[in-house]
């Protein structure tokens, strides 16, 4: 078993040794920092994060997106063809984003994230996988009143991240996640689903995984786990009943094993962990098994969210113990 994030991590906590990211972000929108100052701050908050999943025990860790502003507008911002318009809810959380307007037809301009990712890895003591925003999920929470249907949307979007994801595997990233928890709110989307995924993956030489949450994938399990990705992410405290649809798990894949809260901030126990672990070995070898977060840790303070990656390392160790 390996241990990892699904992405985010908190940007900010109380005895944090970086500069504050907030602070400077404010300073800068005031004129009082040039941007080269700002970037130099979220450089220091990116290493302290990075220094902090190696020192919680993970296998393998991210960025934290930190220089992202949420998980749209960051891309979005550096697509040819998007505009920002007003703030609406990211799912059913209480955080907000600049919804993403396609005004022209979407186009991609350059690499978005490897300069991040390529800083990231130069930094960390841990191996660094890259995260990308999924082109379903970027195109549901976006409005594009250039098109004439979410479909050509996905597609075009399909094959602009396809491009950013090739820029990274080529840049060495060993690992590109796509993030795509609106599919499992929106099922009969499936086979565009699948078309825009074949598309988003089509030749990237490194190793690729899709994670979705916020949802089940009941109705959907046998095509969802066929999905030509080398992992699976799935979430499994909002939705257990994932567990009782792996039983057709396919047997050259990964599964992403989301079942620390990282929306609450009850900690869970190492017993808990190990009993989630070992349903999910009921259908999946242990070693085909990575242990996460239930989705991004950015809606736990940063104490929180490190004392439960610090027990979830404690947790699939003693899982491997006694399953193993």
Known sequence: MQTTVVGNYPKIGPGAQAPSLR???????????????LHDVAA??????LADQARAGLDVVTDGHIRWDDPYTYFASKI???DLNGLI???DSNTYFRQPVAERKLAWTGPITVADYRFAAENSAKPVKAVVVGPYTLARQSSWPHYNSLQEVVMDLASILNREARALADAGAPLVQFDEPAILRHKDDLPMFREAMSRLVD?????????AYFGDISGLAKEF?????DVIGLDFVMNPANFDLLGDFPADKKLGLGIVDARNTKLETVDEIVEQIRRASNSVGLDRIDVSPSCGLEFLPRANAYGKL???VEGVARAQEVLS
């Open 23 to 37: 602070a400077a972000i404010q300073r800068y929108q005031a004129g009082r920092i040039s941007e080269d100052d």
């Open 44 to 49: 220091e908050v990116t290493k302290e994060v």
């Open 80 to 82: 040819d063809g998007f």
């Open 89 to 91: 809810r990211y799912f």
């Open 203 to 211: 030749g990237v030489s490194s190793k690729t995984a899709v994670y």
């Open 225 to 229: 786990l066929s999905l030509p990705f």
């Open 310 to 312: 610090v027990r979830m």
